[in-house]
């Protein structure tokens, strides 16, 4: 039976790591700009955290083979090393690991929260509610105007509460159910939560932000690969969250002109 | 000298006579260890069918579910599960398993049972808190499972009930009004029940301990315990006034989470000025070291069932309790790594991240310390052993897995996956399961008087290991791809080419499920027409085998035992074989 | 803490049995191997010595949770309305404190009525009477200050700051309550002379604590509100 353990073991540990090394399940190409040290450091942590899994699986499954079934007059015998050789390679082993991820972790964070959106990033703010992502543009004057959330009516299609009436910078506000964006161009996003948690999550952009209710939150993302990609709620926020989405198109800078005009005609 | 101690305030109690006091409303700990049990028996079933449940809709979203239509006829029409109602059983299901089971079982459940015979005491130091502690915890559960069967059901928020959603009412959904209630006013009186357990398993680890039983000769099992009910009492006390004040948001009008301007459904809803991450660090501050007392007692013991089992005790006794101390510590300030992405300030994520990973080297430790301590012992190998060292293996999948999520900058990809899904169920749906197995395997003879069916056990356990890998590793691999934890249904473009593995997953999980049964009987049979068990049955050294299978009322007979020894004085020559009990007067050489 | 000294059995007859209802506490020298248990001083506490300090911790964390949402809801938003506490709270504050010198007086004469000196139990017994009094009276004022609000139009959900008012107190006082439900156990087991000493001193530090804690809330409150 020792046996059979220990070669269930090592199946399941080879079995685990297969899908792995033949990438069938991986995360899509990355298209941002601060993608690639995210990636990196999944990798990294990918290598260290295979090794590790699959010797521990292995070497488990090993001794439970070697020692199991023994003759009752077999001796016991001690780990090279004992209790002291392990606690010094758990402390060097992991303790290596922590600087090498910690360091380098620290730079992929500190690229996308660190830094500031730079002064030429264009803002645009996006709304979360139960259940869809709005998008708001500033418009030729490039402010925003001032919400009000006593006015929200969705059936006029007023969803960000806009008094375009008597607010002046409303007026321009371009209020779209699609985030366009150029590409190559930095993008600040900001964050409105209309009623209960929500989140912004783009797997190819390698970007994922909590909407907070109360909170002025803001992300900011460079794309660099033209596409249509998914923007999905991954903060449950009701019985709509599986349906909440929305699509982030990279469009060229000749595109997104000429998208953002037609959205404004609609407006 | 006025003594006036002849009764002392409910440590020695007369027999019971009644039948109520005999098996309902009992002093005895080792009743209220088997009431938890079975009240952790009676969550897991239902959360396990729960989990079938929303496997089955996930892998087939219009299939009729017989039965369920008639648990909610809104909920399910016709069987067919609405995308709220799958919300609300995914509640129900992580709140039964968190706290009824997890917390329940390894710590309540066989902490309550062994504790004080390891220790060598007649009883915990509070009986009459003890009964009132199971009793608290038995109408939590009653009051959890009402929300079933209340107008809008049971909530939807999660386990975790972020505010607002959960702090607003039934106008953010369906089961948010008097489903959240009842389900804050079930975990507050959990709460209760916790700190009155807690409260018992610290006083009488530090004063009820016999005469030569140093702390560091009890066994691992009882540090794990010890170790955990400190965990508890602080943990717990601070779950239970953001339970209040969640409930008082719903009932009284107040604004504690709730942040002003709100619109749902066009309402601007009347609350103003609250902290919707309070809520967050409230929970996460009892959610992080919450983990961890469901993993703690399971290591304690699967070390006490593996060193019984090698025939040596571990390579070091000192290092493993130091080792468990030392996570316990670490483990409350961690809990921000549940909140990365929350719109704390970022630099908050890294004074986080830092304790998260360091938490990994106590943890490789007992690893480490286990397997090094396999080397060159002479392994015994039964359905206890077998759910020990699958423990082991569970226990690093799912540490290994924690690496990724540790670090911020990967978290921003892998957060609300399915990979954190996989992380926490290998090691609390499925580590500290095993723990249970392993524990009920290798103590039912001792509680009932007789032996379970080794053949059943060991065919539960390989299809039980081989099924949760087969559930549970998937879940990871959908967490690279980016698939989104807690949906309903699965609509997005990128989430189709994945319909396949979920399908997968679910015909595992009813298999696994399935296999459970074995389990099941093997329980239910074993009580009443097991092979009845010798008073030692595994050769073990530590106090429980020296008292009969089961145990009389007062343990002991009315003896005080004497520990003359460390708690695993394996691999010597003795005049019982290979191995020294504590209470044996007879001195020993130690070999290896 | 009552040491208790076991006197070494004597060869011929067998060792006296334990006291009923303590299980030898667990002195924690490594026994001889000649099997002669002689006099061993058992230092153990009574389980009421310990178990208190570790139900005064949970109740110490819980008021450090609401200690904390209090911070965080007053530093999140612009809605906090300060008001002038209820001037009651301060004649309460000196009942209360009166209730834990009554509650001393009583411990000490019992603590040495038991250890054989001192003079009876009544004069105790009448103490704790005063003490758990003066306790009803602070439940009295503190009901009274929740009044007085109520009359200033101060409601529970009116603002935060009366939120965390009635929250805070309204903890308090149900506490204080368990410690008079606590106070009356000792009353009674104490006029039939079947109380322990650790019970008594676990109630008493029970009390002070409360005490202890009421003035942190006023302070806390005074502060912030």
Redesign the interface.
């Known amino acids: 039976?020792?046996k059979?353990?220990a070669l269930?073991?090592i199946a399941?540990a080879i079995?685990?790591a297969i899908?792995?090394l033949m990438h069938?399940?991986?995360?899509?190409a990355d298209i941002s700009t601060h993608g690639p040290?995210?990636d990196k450091?999944?990798s990294e942590?990918?290598v260290?955290?295979g090794l590790?899994?699959l010797a521990?699986?292995i070497?488990?499954a090993i001794?439970?083979w070697k020692?199991?079934?023994?003759r009752?007059d077999?001796?016991?015998?001690?780990?090279p090393g004992?209790?002291t050789g392990?606690?010094l390679?758990?402390?060097i082993?992991?303790?290596a690991?922590?600087l090498v991820?910690?360091v380098f972790?620290?730079k992929?964070?500190a690229s996308?929260?660190?830094n500031p959106p730079s002064a030429n990033a264009m803002p645009i703010q996006v709304q979360a509610?139960?259940f869809a992502f709005y998008f708001r543009y500033p418009g030729p004057d490039g402010k925003f105007g001032p919400l009000h959330?006593?006015q929200?009516?969705?059936?006029s299609q007023n969803v960000f509460?806009l008094d375009q009436t008597n607010d002046p910078d409303s007026k321009d506000d371009i209020v779209t159910a699609e985030l366009a964006v150029p590409a190559n161009r930095e993008i600040y996003l900001l964050m409105h939560a209309?009623?209960?948690?929500h989140?912004f999550?783009v797997?190819e952009l390698?970007?994922?932000?909590?909407f907070?209710?109360?909170?002025d939150?803001s992300i900011h993302f460079t794309a660099t690969k033209t596409g249509r990609y998914?923007i999905?709620?991954?903060?449950?926020?009701?019985?709509?969250?599986?349906?909440m989405?929305a699509y982030l198109e990279v469009l060229s800078q000749e595109d997104f002109d000429n998208w953002l005009k037609q959205q404004a005609a609609l407006q | 000298?006025?003594d006036?101690?002849?009764?002392?305030?409910g440590?020695?109690h007369a027999p019971p006579q009644s039948f109520i006091r005999k098996h309902i409303f009992s002093l005895d700990h080792k009743v209220i260890g088997k009431q938890y049990y079975d009240l952790g028996l009676l969550a897991v079933l239902t959360g396990m069918v729960l989990s079938w449940l929303m496997r089955i809709h996930l892998a087939w979203p219009k299939f009729g579910i017989p039965g369920v239509g008639w648990l909610s006829k809104a909920g399910a029409p016709g069987g067919v599960i609405?995308?709220?109602y799958y919300?609300s059983l995914m509640t129900m299901h992580g709140t039964l398993m968190v706290f009824f089971v997890l917390t329940n079982v390894p710590f309540a459940g066989f902490g309550n049972y062994f504790l004080p015979i390891q220790?060598?005491?007649?009883d915990m130091?509070?009986p009459r808190f003890n009964m009132m502690s199971f009793w608290t915890t038995f109408v939590a559960f009653l009051v959890l499972v009402s929300a079933f069967f209340v107008g809008g059901g049971p909530p939807?928020?999660?386990w975790t009930a972020?505010?607002?959603?959960s702090a607003?009412g039934a106008v953010?959904?369906?089961g948010q009004g008097a489903g959240q209630i009842l389900w804050a006013t079930a975990i507050g009186l959990f709460c209760i029940g916790q700190?009155l357990g807690?409260?018992n398993f610290?006083?009488?680890t530090?004063?009820?301990?016999?005469?030569?039983?140093?702390?560091m000769r009890m066994p691992i099992s009882t540090w794990a315990w010890f170790i955990t009910s400190c965990m508890g009492?602080?943990a717990?006390?601070?779950l239970?006034?953001?339970c209040?004040?969640l409930i008082?948001d719903h009932v009284?009008?107040?604004?504690?989470f709730?942040?002003?301007?709100?619109?749902?459904?066009?309402q601007?809803?009347p609350h103003?000025?609250?902290?919707?991450?309070?809520w967050q660090?409230?929970f996460w501050?009892f959610g992080h070291p919450e983990v961890y007392i469901a993993i703690v007692p399971g290591i304690g013991i699967v070390s006490h069932i593996l060193i019984t089992n090698?025939?040596?005790p571990?390579?070091?006794h000192k290092?493993i309790i130091g080792s468990l101390g030392a996570i316990s510590f670490l483990s409350y300030m961690v809990y921000g790594h549940h909140m990365f992405?929350?719109?704390m300030n970022?630099?908050t994520?890294?004074v986080f991240?830092?304790p998260t990973?360091?938490i990994?080297?106590p943890a490789?430790?007992i690893?480490?310390?286990w397997?090094?301590?396999?080397?060159?012992?002479?392994?015994?190998?039964n359905s206890a052993s077998?759910f020990a060292?699958g423990f082991?293996?569970m226990f690093?999948?799912g540490g290994?897995?924690g690496?990724?999520l540790a670090?911020?900058?990967?978290d921003?990809?892998l957060?609300?996956?399915y990979f954190v899904v996989g992380h926490f169920h290998m090691v609390m749906g499925v580590a500290a399961i095993f723990g249970m197995f392993a524990g009920t395997y290798f103590w039912f003879p001792k509680m009932f008087g007789r032996m379970m069916n080794e053949t059943l056990g060991?065919i539960h356990f390989?299809l039980t290991?081989?099924g949760t890998?087969c559930i549970f590793?998937p879940f990871h691999?959908?967490g690279?791809?980016?698939n989104?934890?807690?949906?309903?249904?699965?609509?997005?473009?990128?989430l189709q080419p994945?319909l396949p593995?979920h399908k997968f997953i679910t015909i595992a999980a009813l298999c696994t499920g399935a296999a459970q049964l074995i389990f099941l009987y093997n329980l239910i049979y074993s009580r009443f027409k097991g092979a009845p068990a010798p008073q030692n049955p595994w050769e073990g050294t530590s106090l429980e085998w020296t008292v009969p299978s089961p145990p009389p009322f007062d343990n002991f007979g009315?003896k005080?035992p004497?520990?003359?020894h460390d708690p695993y004085q394996?691999?010597v020559e003795s005049s019982t074989g290979?191995y020294v009990m504590q209470d044996s007067?007879e001195?020993v050489k130690a070999?290896? | 803490m009552?040491a208790t000294v076991h006197e070494p059995p004597k060869p011929e007859t067998p060792e006296a049995?334990?006291?009923?209802?303590?299980?030898?506490?667990?002195?924690?020298?490594?026994?001889p191997?000649n099997?002669n248990?002689h006099a061993?001083e058992d230092h153990?506490?009574?389980?009421?010595s310990?178990?208190i300090w570790?139900?005064l911790?949970?109740?110490?964390?819980?008021f450090?949770?609401?200690t904390?949402?209090l911070i965080?809801?007053q530093g999140?938003?612009?809605?906090?309305r300060h008001f002038t506490l209820p001037r009651i709270l301060y004649f309460n504050t000196l009942v209360l404190l009166a209730s834990s010198s009554t509650l001393e007086l009583s411990r000490r004469r019992a603590a040495s009525?038991?250890?054989?000196v001192g003079s009876g139990l009544a004069k105790p017994v009448r103490w704790l009477y005063a003490t758990l009094s003066l306790g009803l009276l602070f439940l009295a004022g503190q009901y009274m200050a929740w009044l007085q609000l109520k009359a200033e139009g101060l409601y529970?959900?009116t603002n935060?700051s009366s939120?965390f008012f009635y929250?805070l107190t309204a903890?308090h006082a149900l506490h204080v309550m368990g410690g008079l439900g606590g106070l009356i156990y000792v009353i009674r087991r104490l006029s039939r002379?079947?109380?322990?000493?650790s019970?008594l001193d676990a109630a008493s530090y029970y009390w002070h604590f409360m005490d202890i804690l009421w003035l942190y809330l006023l302070w806390l409150l005074w502060m912030r509100l």
């Open positions: 039976m020792a059979l353990f269930t073991l399941i079995a685990s899908p792995i069938t399940w991986d995360p899509p040290l995210i450091q999944m942590t990918m260290e955290a590790l899994f521990a699986q070497i488990l001794f439970v020692f199991s079934g023994r009752k077999a001796k016991i015998g001690r780990f004992g209790a392990l606690v390679a758990a402390f082993l992991v303790g690991e922590l991820l910690g972790g620290t992929a964070w996308v929260y660190f509610g139960q959330p006593d929200i009516n969705e059936a509460g209309k009623d209960v948690g989140s999550y797997r390698r970007v994922q932000q909590d907070v209710p109360g909170l939150l998914e999905v709620c991954t903060q449950l926020c009701g019985l709509g969250h599986y349906n989405k | 000298m006025h006036m101690s002849a009764h002392a305030a440590q020695h609405t995308p709220e919300l220790i060598g005491a007649e130091a509070f939807l928020s999660g972020y505010a607002p959603l607003v953010a959904g369906p700190l807690s409260l610290i006083t009488t530090l004063d009820l301990r016999t005469k030569g039983m140093t702390l009492l602080t717990f006390a601070v239970l006034p953001a209040v004040l008082l009284a009008g107040t604004s504690f709730i942040p002003s301007n709100l619109v749902i459904s066009d601007l809803q103003s000025g609250g902290a919707t991450l309070l660090h409230l501050f090698m025939r040596r571990l390579l070091s290092v992405l929350s719109g970022p630099f994520a890294l991240s830092f990973l360091v990994t080297i490789t430790i690893v480490l310390i397997i090094g301590s396999l080397y060159g012992s002479k392994l015994r190998i077998l060292l082991i293996s690093v999948s290994i897995s690496f990724f670090q911020p900058s990967i921003i990809y957060h609300a996956t060991k390989w290991l081989v890998y590793m691999y959908l690279f791809a980016g989104v934890r807690r949906y309903s249904a699965f609509v997005n473009d990128y994945l593995v009315g005080h004497v520990v003359y394996y691999g290979d007067p001195q070999v290896g | 009552a049995p334990p006291r009923l209802g303590h299980s030898g506490g667990g002195w924690r020298d490594l026994v191997t099997e248990l061993v153990s506490p009574e389980p009421a310990t178990g570790v139900g911790a949970a109740i110490t964390m819980s450090a949770a609401l904390s949402a965080v809801r999140g938003s612009t809605d906090w009525f038991i250890s054989g529970l959900a935060p939120s929250i903890a002379s079947v109380l322990r000493q019970t």
